[in-house]
């Protein structure tokens, strides 16, 4: 182990770790793993020897890297005390981040790094804001001590005619049914978690929870779910609306399997056992037996309802499969087309990955104080890459006409958002799977030219 790693090592060890689980914005999602700087690992920086180069990076975005809540962020306080890195902070507003890049590299004003989210690739690398990270991997350090091997699968999947643009350094924010297993309890039902670990959880097991649960209402009418519950259904099929070769994209809204999801949504609607009433929380009067959302919003659902025994388990998976398919979010920075630092930005980029992957006792010990033991081993577990796979669907990244919400109405929203949502609601111009994928289809077709091209 060379010098850098002892003082990397060292700074790690001696960081004051804060981890947020509470909050769903942006800026607290990226800034998640911080640190106050302290006597020892400003003693332990002054021994590394700094890397050559300009290791001063402009970061446009609508959220800060450099401060949280006042403290220093973790990957941040390795990137200057070890190798003596600054990031320069330009910020832009939620909606206008593409744009905004577009107007500062037309003007020849050098941006290097840029926050990886829904609409960057492939639409941003089709419009050449971005430049590819394969130069770089000895910065990253991708051979070092398997910094990276759980990880480099998921990599693979962007690779775009051979080369990298986006190496998450992290997954997050899996959807997940939040449940309460009093309610389960009392209504005599099997344990989800339960039937998760013995391998039993699968859509069917879903659906007759569901059954039972809607035929034993009195007064109340029950619900079988609700949340944002079409994005994950349709992951858990571990299939496609855009399929991706690495070298072009194809149409897949005729696959079986999502043709299955949807028959699972719709047979909700018509049933009325979707509850389409907006919450950031599971409701603890009980109406409806599951709330499906990313796990943000687990700390709040605790918070709220500490007395319903709330557990959490992944959207089962479909009958007969082999493992769990998941939604959740990749967490990666872009290097910018004109950046001369894709050396600094590679490097930045490993010290976002030395501290997710060297500060998982702080982080567990900052989560307990808003979710159980329990509820976080079983996230962790959610996210295990040997157990799941992680569903990336490229339409979420393209134009505003394949992802975009619009009004939140069938006219304005983009394709994905309406093959997610509208055999969940009433009002809709198509109440079944075969109008809604004809007329979606060759909006996709016409769409995927562009890509291809």
Not at 263 to 288: E, F, G, I, P, T
Not at 392 to 400: E, L, R, V
Not at 407 to 430: A, K, Q
Request: net charge negative; hydrophobic share 35%; glycine share 6%.
């Amino acid at each position: 182990m060379n010098n850098n790693w002892r003082a990397i090592s060292a700074l790690i060890a001696s960081a004051a770790v804060m981890i947020s689980t509470a909050s769903c914005s942006e800026k607290n999602k990226k800034t998640s793993l911080e640190t106050k700087p302290t006597e020892s690992t400003t003693q332990t920086s002054q021994n590394v020897s700094k890397p050559t180069g300009n290791m001063e990076i402009t970061w446009l975005a609508d959220y800060d890297l450099n401060r949280s809540e006042g403290e220093r962020p973790t990957a941040l306080a390795i990137f200057e005390d070890v190798y003596g890195g600054k990031i320069n902070y330009v910020q832009t507003s939620p909606g206008n981040k593409l744009s905004k890049l577009e107007e500062m590299l037309a003007a020849g004003e050098e941006v290097d790094m840029f926050p990886y989210e829904d609409g960057v690739f492939p639409e941003g690398t089709s419009r050449n804001l971005f430049q590819p990270l394969d130069p770089y991997y000895e910065e990253l350090g991708m051979d070092d001590d398997g910094l990276w091997d759980d990880i480099k699968d998921i990599a693979e999947k962007f690779t775009y005619k051979g080369k990298h643009y986006v190496i998450p350094y992290a997954l997050s924010e899996p959807y997940l049914l939040t449940y309460s297993r009093a309610l389960f309890r009392s209504e005599g039902l099997d344990d989800p978690y339960t039937l998760y670990k013995d391998g039993k959880w699968d859509w069917n097991a879903f659906t007759d929870m569901i059954n039972k649960f809607s035929e034993s209402e009195s007064t109340t009418h029950h619900f079988g779910i609700s949340g944002f519950y079409g994005e994950a259904i349709l992951a858990s099929t571990g299939h496609t609306v855009i399929n991706f070769d690495g070298n072009s994209f194809t149409n897949n809204i005729g696959d079986p399997f999502i043709e299955s999801a949807e028959a699972v949504m719709n047979n909700l609607r018509v049933r009325w056992l979707y509850n389409s009433y907006w919450s950031d929380m599971y409701l603890h009067d009980q109406n409806a037996l599951f709330y499906c959302s990313r796990d943000w919003s687990l700390p709040i659902s605790q918070k709220y309802n500490a007395d319903y025994d709330l557990m959490v388990v992944p959207f089962p998976k479909t009958p007969g499969a082999d493992k769990n398919y998941i939604n959740c979010k990749a967490n990666a920075r872009m290097l910018v087309s004109n950046s001369s630092k894709g050396s600094a930005v590679a490097t930045y980029l490993k010290c976002e990955r030395l501290a997710v992957t060297e500060l998982k006792d702080s982080a567990k010990e900052r989560a307990l104080k808003g979710i159980t033991e329990e509820q976080y081993n079983a996230i962790q577990e959610y996210l295990d890459l040997s157990k799941v796979d992680p569903v990336i669907d490229f339409g979420y990244g393209m134009s505003s006409r394949m992802y975009g919400n619009g009004y939140y109405t069938f006219d304005t929203r983009g394709v994905m958002d309406n093959i997610t949502s509208v055999l969940l609601e009433s009002g809709n111009p198509y109440s079944d799977w075969e109008g809604l994928r004809n007329s979606l289809s060759p909006i996709i077709d016409e769409e995927l030219t562009k890509y291809n091209n």
